[in-house]
């Protein structure tokens, strides 16, 4: 999915530079559940992949 790279991106601009990006971040995990319920990336979810929403990660797998 081409806006979960966008949105990726603008995330970890802020990264180096410590700004916050609540907003960001919440968009981010929206597309990335989006994309996994629609099977975008081609894989299948399983219960060891879950990972915390806000814990640093880039994946913000679904619950």
Do not use: H, W
Not at 31 to 43: E, H, P
């Amino acid at each position: 999915m081409g806006i979960d790279a966008l949105v990726t991106a603008a995330q970890e601009l802020g990264r180096p530079t410590e700004v916050p990006t609540p907003t960001i971040d919440a968009v981010l995990g929206l597309v990335q559940l989006r994309g996994f319920k629609g099977g975008a990336y081609g894989l299948a979810f399983q219960e060891s992949d879950r990972r915390a929403v806000g814990s640093g990660s880039r994946c913000a797998c679904p619950e």
